[in-house]
């Protein structure tokens, strides 16, 4: 399980520190992944990074009918600036592109830009693979963004003094490159004439919505993450072993359903997008299951299942269940009862299948954190089951129920996460495939002398 320091040691050779204000500049982080954290506003968000591995376009760039070159003039983050100076080519696109990976769920891409002698830039998603749906161009003269493409869920200009302006735009990454060049006439593609377009400095791409920019030479970065209480409340430094999510997609999309529908990007998850799932209780039957099949997870040890889940304003259904099955006469989960304040109602266990614990923490806007642990011993593969239901659960073995599905009672979730051991650590979204945050490290500042 991971720990919250707020004013405290990390061992008994560290002063003490005040980690509700941040984090020390005194001591090193390291975490060779991104990771989640509880961030002011009470919502689950990727803590701050910068996936693009040279921030400062010094090495790791294809220049596409451009040419990127240090320009040495002072930028607003430090360092010095690059120049882009387009090639003297009829109509098309004139850029500079780092190749990484899709990740799939939102991202943001941004970059300051200083006009030089154009006075349009613009932000892509593979500009040249379809990209011209996910991208924005900037007007650096009016300081206002004049162009979207279709799959732009969000993009924005900041400005940053002295002509500079850090640009960004946000969409679901489904292509490995991200590109950035000069525009004119609102357009990415126009006749260049050779002469030097833009003053560039400070890429990044970050999961989730703009961030702090994350400074960046040779390799990603990712921070030490300060983790805040439902109320925003700053609690401390979040230091937390490596850990995998067995779901595979923590949105519940690809559950598999027996009297329920689903309805995906329903409600604002706790991550502050439109992205939480509607389970509805639609059909008639003996039981109810919304159901994940981790093939080739070993039994015996301790796994902790959790899912985030909100009532909806109207009709919502009396209970939720979480738990892991079997059969259905073998299942370890507990029952939430919505009416009201949730609370667990019932937890129960059959079987080879042994509950070990429970919790469900309050979050923000609504939202409630459920988990639930338990060993299935010898079983290789672990099912789990997520599912509201108006029928309530006994806590017997037999989890099916006798039901009538009404069409309309539901309940929104979000978050959907297996580990191995006893606690619900944070968050780790996925997005197709199995994702492992790794663990955090803090190397001790020695005092010379």
């Excluded at 002063?15 to 509700?20: G, H, I, K, V, W």
């Excluded at 990484?100 to 998603?125: D, E, P």
């Excluded at 279709?150 to 500079?164: I, R, T, Y």
């Excluded at 239901?389 to 297996?418: F, P």
């Amino acid at each position: 399980m991971g720990v919250v320091l707020g004013g405290g040691r990390l061992n008994p050779y560290l002063l003490n520190y005040d980690f509700t204000k941040g984090f020390p500049a005194a001591l090193t982080h390291t975490r060779a992944s991104g990771a989640t954290v509880v961030d002011e506003s009470g919502n689950v968000v990727w803590a701050d990074e910068n996936l693009a591995p040279y921030s400062d376009f010094s090495s790791g760039w294809s220049d596409i009918r451009s040419t990127v070159a240090s320009e040495g003039s002072s930028t607003p983050i430090g360092g010095v600036a690059y120049s882009l100076t387009e090639d003297a080519t009829a109509t098309t696109t004139h850029y500079t592109r780092e190749t990484l990976v899709a990740y799939g769920g939102l991202t943001t891409i941004s970059c300051y830009f200083k006009a030089s002698g154009r006075s349009q830039a613009f932000l892509a998603n593979n500009y040249g693979g379809g990209g011209y749906n996910r991208v924005s161009v900037f007007d650096l003269s009016t300081g206002a963004v004049v162009f979207n493409g279709s799959d732009v869920l969000e993009s924005g200009m900041e400005n940053a003094g002295d002509g500079w302006y850090r640009c960004w735009v946000s969409v679901i990454s489904t292509q490995t490159q991200y590109d950035l060049g000069a525009a004119a006439a609102n357009s990415a593609s126009y006749s260049g004439d050779g002469r030097e377009a833009l003053l560039i400095a400070g890429f990044q791409i970050q999961r989730g919505t703009l961030q702090p920019f994350v400074a960046t030479a040779g390799s990603a970065a990712y921070t030490p993450r300060i983790t805040h209480d439902k109320d925003g409340n700053a609690l401390g430094y979040l230091h937390e072993p490596q850990g995998t999510n067995l779901i595979t997609k923590h949105d519940g999309s690809n559950l598999t359903l027996t009297n329920l529908t689903r309805t995906l990007n329903q409600a604002v998850s706790p991550s502050g997008a439109t992205d939480a799932t509607e389970l509805n209780l639609t059909g008639t039957g003996t039981y109810t299951s919304g159901q994940q099949n981790t093939a080739g997870v070993v039994g015996g040890t301790d796994k902790t299942l959790s899912v985030w889940f909100k009532k909806p304003a109207s009709d919502c259904a009396d209970y939720l269940i979480l738990g892991f099955v079997r059969s259905y006469l073998q299942f370890a989960g507990v029952q939430v009862n919505l009416t009201g304040t949730p609370t667990i109602s019932v937890t129960g266990d059959a079987g080879v299948v042994v509950l070990n614990g429970s919790s469900l923490e309050e979050g923000a806007n609504g939202w409630w954190r459920l988990s639930v642990t338990a060993t299935d011993s010898g079983n290789t593969t672990v099912y789990t089951s997520v599912y509201p239901s108006n029928t309530a659960w006994d806590g017997s073995s037999e989890i099916r129920q006798t039901l009538t599905g009404d069409s309309t009672s539901k309940v929104y979730i979000w978050g959907h996460q297996l580990e191995e051991g006893t606690t619900a650590t944070s968050l780790i979204p996925t997005y197709g495939a199995e994702a492992t945050r790794q663990a955090d490290a803090v190397a001790d500042y020695v005092v010379a002398g």
